[in-house]
Each structure stands twice: as structure tokens, then as C-alpha cells.
T-cell receptor
């Protein structure tokens, strides 16, 4: 079974600063995908960034980047130049083709950007 | 592309009543997923369809729950004889044949069972 763990229930960061959210996972699959989703107070889940496990290069999307450590089964999200609109719940998720690509989510990290 | 839509956005019902939710996926997305999210938790998988076929169901999907996707487009999720423990946000997501690993979520239907 796949599990995803987010050990930081809440975090805060000053506007314009950098913050890193942690995620670890457990799986026996070799081919899989990892995601970070953002869920603002309006509750719509928005894809932030995606990483393919077979790619060693860390994914980046503008101010968002990941540190993917496959051997350690670690997948952290770095947000640079934090903005007030980044305030949201952030969920780490795992999916693999052997399980129909259903998502396994962590419990989330509530991030607050302080002006 | 208007994204994944879900209706209703909110539903309040009394215990024992039946409720039905609808999800319209992104056009041409062949996979459709249902998740349940309770307060303070990440979404949990319920079931998914590839076209009209329901390929997997979670143990969370009790006999009171049924999902359909009759024409491979929209899907419905019905809960019979609702219980207070069914109160949650029900999320729908879809993915395309060219990128089946990436799911796009709808706004959800918040169910409150009194």
C-alpha cells in the first residue's frame, strides 16, 4: 500500500520569503508520479507541480520547485518569493499506474503568508 | 475548457434521506475519479471510471454508495440512507488519455447530514 506523510500541519512565512514544505512517501512501485496541490480557502484543488519518478531532474514551475530524493522517498516543495495568494492548504499526492492512477494524499500543510 | 464542474455545491439533508451528486469532467477526459474529504484531512479515494466502466472501488464505498457514468461523460454519486458520518466534501476529478497520471479537480459538493 502507498502512504504519504506530511509532518507539518501548519507553517507560516513572511511575504517575499522562502518556505519549504515536507513530504515523505512509501511505495514498492518503481514507476510513479508525485504532485503538490494547493487548496485555497475556496476549497478548489489546484495543481501546483508534478514530478515523474523516473526523471532525476527536479521539477520547477515559476516560484515553485521540488526537491525529489527518490532513495529517501522524500518530495519537498519550495515556494520562493512567497505571496499572500499562496496562503492555502498544500497537499502532497502520489499516484502510480499499477493502482489506476488513483491519488494517495497526505494530511496537508496549512500555509499562511504573513504580510 | 471550463474545467471540472460539480453540482450542487452544497447539500443539507436529514439522516436517512437519499442524495445524488453530479460531476461533469473536462471534455474528452476519459477517466473520472470520486474522492471524499473530511475536515482537516486529505481527500480519500472512493472510485474511478475509465469511460463508462467502473474499474475500482474503495472499501470506503459502502453498499449505500453507488456511482455511475452511463455514457462515459458525466457521473453521478448517490448515497442512500445518509448517516451523519457521511458529512464531508465530495470531490470529483478527471484526467485525459494522454496524461492519465494528472488529475484536475472540481470545486466539490459539501454534504451536511443533520
Amino acid at each position: 500500500a502507498q502512504t504519504v506523510t506530511q509532518s507539518q500541519p501548519e507553517m507560516s512565512v513572511q511575504e517575499a520569503e522562502t518556505v519549504t514544505l515536507s513530504c515523505t512517501y512509501d511505495t514498492s512501485e518503481s514507476n510513479y508520479y508525485l504532485f503538490w496541490y494547493k487548496q485555497p480557502p475556496s476549497r478548489q484543488m489546484i495543481l501546483v507541480i508534478r514530478q515523474e519518478a523516473y526523471k532525476q531532474q527536479n521539477a520547477t514551475e515559476n516560484r515553485f520547485s521540488v526537491n525529489f530524493q527518490k532513495a529517501a522517498k522524500s518530495f519537498s516543495l519550495k515556494i520562493s518569493d512567497s505571496q499572500l495568494g499562496d496562503t492555502a492548504m498544500y497537499f502532497c499526492a502520489f499516484s502510480g499506474p499499477n493502482t489506476g492512477n488513483q491519488f494517495y494524499f497526505g494530511t496537508g500543510t496549512s500555509l499562511t503568508v504573513i504580510p | 475548457d471550463t474545467g471540472v464542474s460539480q453540482n450542487p455545491r452544497h447539500k443539507i439533508t436529514k439522516r436517512g434521506q437519499n442524495v445524488t451528486f453530479r460531476c461533469d469532467p473536462i471534455s474528452e477526459h476519459n477517466r473520472l475519479y470520486w474522492y471524499r474529504q473530511t475536515l482537516g484531512q486529505g481527500p480519500e479515494f472512493l472510485t474511478y471510471f475509465q469511460n463508462e466502466a467502473q474499474l475500482e472501488k474503495s472499501r470506503l464505498l459502502s453498499d449505500r454508495f453507488s456511482a455511475e457514468r452511463p455514457k462515459g461523460s458525466f457521473s453521478t454519486l448517490e448515497i442512500q440512507r445518509t448517516e451523519q458520518g457521511d458529512s464531508a466534501m465530495y470531490l470529483c476529478a478527471s484526467s485525459s488519455p494522454t496524461s492519465p497520471d494528472t488529475q484536475y479537480f472540481g470545486p466539490g459538493t459539501r454534504l451536511t447530514v443533520l
